[in-house]
């Protein structure tokens, strides 16, 4: 997936975001929060399934080149600068892996 199009579908996900917001201000109904959460919830998986499609982490102990799960991706520690903890696949290093784009 490239950047135009994953550009394209965050900015179609936080139209959504804005949308539902106003709605949920214009009816602030129980039934409508429940729906407004579970929307929220489910653009959440989607913008996590967008950056797991479009990106990768290489290993700077054994250039392995690997790719993680939806729910590793969701609930790994992130830190912009330094990246993503995580654990290689191939040699077991425990530590922040820089992210890399798909092209």
Same mark, same amino acid.
């Given at each position: &997936? +490239?950047? $135009? /199009? !994953? @550009?394209?579908?965050? %900015?179609?996900?936080? %139209?959504?975001? *804005?949308?539902? =917001?106003?709605?949920?201000?214009?009816?602030?109904?129980?039934?409508?929060?429940? *729906?407004?959460? @579970?929307? &929220?919830? !489910?653009?959440?998986?989607?913008? *996590?399934?967008?950056? $797991?499609?479009?990106?990768?982490?290489?290993?700077?102990?054994?250039?392995? &080149?690997?790719?993680? =799960?939806?729910?590793?991706?969701?609930?790994? %520690? +992130? +830190?912009?600068?330094?990246?993503? #903890?995580?654990?290689?696949?191939?040699? =077991? #290093?425990? =530590?922040?892996?820089?992210?890399?784009? +798909? /092209?």
């Amino acid at each position: &997936m +490239n950047g $135009k /199009k !994953i @550009a394209i579908s965050l %900015a179609v996900l936080v %139209a959504y975001c *804005v949308i539902g =917001g106003i709605i949920i201000s214009i009816y602030q109904s129980p039934t409508t929060i429940t *729906v407004y959460v @579970a929307f &929220m919830i !489910i653009c959440l998986l989607a913008l *996590v399934l967008l950056h $797991k499609k479009s990106s990768y982490y290489i290993c700077p102990d054994c250039d392995k &080149m690997f790719e993680i =799960g939806l729910f590793k991706d969701l609930l790994s %520690a +992130n +830190n912009g600068i330094k990246g993503k #903890r995580l654990t290689c696949p191939k040699c =077991g #290093r425990k =530590g922040w892996f820089l992210e890399y784009s +798909n /092209k």
